[in-house]
C-alpha cells in the first residue's frame, strides 16, 4: 500500500500559488441527443461475389487449369510475392484447422493475394528397411482438404508445394483470388 507523505503547508501554499489563475473552463454546448446509426456490419466474406459464378471443382496440388496462362507461369516459377505465412507446427488438428480457415479467410479480407501454410512433412523413421521414411504427416495430408471446402474454395485459385528453400513438400503456396 502506497503511504503518501504528511501534508506540507510549504507545498500547499505553492500549489495555490501555482493554481491562482486557473480557471474553469465552460461547459461544452452538447447537442440534443440524436438518434446514432452505426454503420451496418459486413459478413465476413461473401462466397458468392468470391468466385462470380465460376465451376468450383477441387482443387489438385499443382493443378493450373482454371486460371489463365500468365498468372499459372507467375504461380508456377513462385514469382507471387509471399504476403503472409501460416507455420503449423506445434499445432493440433482441431487447432491447425481453425488457424487455416481463420488465416485464409483474413488474408482475402486482406486483399492478400499469396500466402504460404507450412505443415511439416510428417516424417519419421521406421523400422522397415524397405521403407526408411513412411509419411505420418497428418496435417500434410488434411490442409488440402481444408483448403477444397465450400468455405475455402471460392477464395483460392490454386496452390502448389513451393521450392525447397520455402518448403518443399512441407508447405503449401497458395494463390487466392482479387477480391472485387
Given at each position: 500500500m502506497l503511504?503518501?507523505?504528511p501534508n506540507n503547508s510549504e507545498d500547499e501554499e505553492a500549489w495555490a500559488e501555482a493554481t491562482?489563475?486557473?480557471?474553469?473552463?465552460?461547459p461544452k454546448e452538447v447537442p440534443p441527443t440524436a438518434e446514432v446509426t452505426l454503420p451496418p456490419i459486413k459478413?465476413?466474406?461473401?462466397l458468392a461475389q468470391a468466385y462470380r459464378g465460376e465451376d468450383l471443382s477441387s482443387l489438385i496440388i499443382g493443378n493450373t487449369d482454371n486460371i489463365?496462362?500468365?498468372t499459372a507461369k507467375r504461380f508456377k516459377?513462385?514469382?507471387f510475392p509471399i504476403e503472409g505465412s501460416l507455420d503449423l507446427h506445434?499445432?493440433?488438428?482441431?487447432e491447425a484447422r481453425e488457424a487455416v480457415f481463420e488465416f485464409v479467410q483474413k488474408s482475402y479480407l486482406s486483399s492478400k493475394r499469396c500466402i504460404i501454410i507450412i505443415t511439416g512433412k510428417g516424417l519419421s523413421r521406421s523400422e522397415d528397411k524397405d521403407n526408411f521414411l513412411i509419411s505420418k504427416g497428418k496435417l500434410k495430408e488434411s490442409v488440402p482438404l481444408w483448403l477444397n471446402s465450400k468455405d475455402l474454395r471460392p477464395l483460392i485459385l490454386a496452390y502448389n508445394h513451393?521450392?525447397?528453400k520455402l518448403g518443399g513438400s512441407?508447405?503449401?503456396?497458395?494463390l487466392l483470388r482479387r477480391q472485387r
Open positions: 503511504k503518501l507523505p491562482k489563475d486557473v480557471q474553469k473552463l465552460p459478413p465476413t466474406i461473401n489463365d496462362a500468365g516459377r513462385c514469382e506445434g499445432y493440433h488438428e482441431d513451393p521450392p525447397a512441407g508447405a503449401l503456396y497458395i
